[in-house]
């Protein structure tokens, strides 16, 4: 069976891959991106982008990443929309496997993963999702027009998902765990003066409730009192961070506690020679496209140098 050879191969496609790959394009690293299961990543899931430098009157997240798409395309960067379910990095050229079953020899890997939504980990999330429940207010906030919902969470997330559904729905109560926000003064702001937005305090979401028809409402614990009490809703958003997507390198590739990669120094190498990191999957403090932007252009470089001074003899 022929197996293809890869010169640099990038597993993601958010703005880390994608800056990854327009640097590598243009050093002539022929890059071949692997889409994943979320093209475009995070952003494609998120509001307007009003921080990404060079975007004065703000940007749709999706118009973004497809920007991005075309110019890494440009300089003959080859995208494909499969996932990688298999990596072996214990030799170079590494042994990798696409969702299709093909079998790649890459010389070089540049990790864009990103990191993925957290769930609370109740049964009824699992039973109601896309019924009733969501993480993400852009993409379903939608079907809720006019109707009553909550968030849960204190982050930014929580407190821009709580923001952007109070446009569209009746009424927002977010559910914070604690008696304070973890969110930016600015952010907590905004939820502050939206006469939309009720936040309820020392609240511990026990289970969602609903029936056949999806979610109808939320049962709430206080956490210095004990109570519970149900809310009346049609929607529940999550918005308690994100795990990153690591599992696939978990055995192989050094992580921190949390699970992100850890890179060396201020590089973007992992412990394995040849295999970089970049973007949200090694980044548990900034998590912002511009950061990722900015460590996908450190890996190509880094990978670049590593390609010329470790050759692969044909
Ligand atoms: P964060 O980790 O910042 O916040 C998670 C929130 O969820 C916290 O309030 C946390 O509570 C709460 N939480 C966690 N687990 C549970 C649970 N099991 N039950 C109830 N609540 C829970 O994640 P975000 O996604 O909000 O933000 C991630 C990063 O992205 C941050 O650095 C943020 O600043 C940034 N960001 C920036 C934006 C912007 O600038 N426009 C927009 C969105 C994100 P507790 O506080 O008690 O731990």
Request: glycine share 10%; net charge negative.
């Amino acid at each position: 069976m022929n197996t293809e050879k890869i010169k640099c191969l990038i597993i993601g496609s958010g703005p880390a891959g994608y800056t990854a790959a327009i640097y590598a394009a243009r050093a002539d690293l022929n890059p071949v991106v692997f889409e994943g299961m979320q093209a475009g990543g995070q952003l494609t899931i998120t509001t307007e982008i009003e921080n990404f430098p060079g975007y004065p009157e703000g940007v749709a997240g999706t118009e973004m990443m497809s920007q991005l798409k075309a110019q890494a395309e440009r300089f003959g960067t080859e995208v494909r929309p499969e996932s990688i379910t298999k990596a072996d990095f214990s030799h170079r050229p590494f042994a990798i496997e696409t969702e299709s079953g093909a079998n790649i020899l890459a010389e070089s890997v540049i990790i864009a993963t990103g990191a993925s939504a957290r769930w609370l980990g109740l049964e009824s999330e699992q039973k109601f999702m896309g019924q009733g429940v969501s993480a993400c207010a852009t993409c379903d906030g939608f079907f809720y027009k006019n109707q009553v919902v909550a968030v849960i969470g204190g982050g930014d997330t929580a407190c821009e998902e709580a923001s952007y559904l109070s446009k569209i729905c009746k009424k927002v109560y977010l559910v914070v765990r604690r008696d304070e926000l973890r969110a930016s003064k600015a952010m907590q702001e905004r939820v502050f003066a939206n006469e939309k937005i009720e936040v309820l305090w020392n609240s511990k979401p026990n289970e969602i409730l609903g029936d056949a028809d999806g979610v109808n409402g939320l049962r709430i614990e206080n956490s210095k009192s004990g109570e519970t009490k149900d809310i009346e809703l049609m929607g529940v958003f999550l918005a308690i961070g994100h795990k990153p997507n690591t599992d696939l390198f978990k055995e192989q590739i050094e992580l921190d506690a949390q699970g992100y990669i850890k890179t060396l120094d201020k590089s973007s190498k992992t412990n394995i020679e040849g295999v970089f990191a970049a973007g949200d999957v090694m980044d548990p403090s900034y998590r912002q496209a511009i950061v990722a932007a900015g460590s996908g252009c450190k890996a190509a470089m880094d990978c670049e140098r590593f390609l010329i001074e470790n050759p692969i003899a044909e």
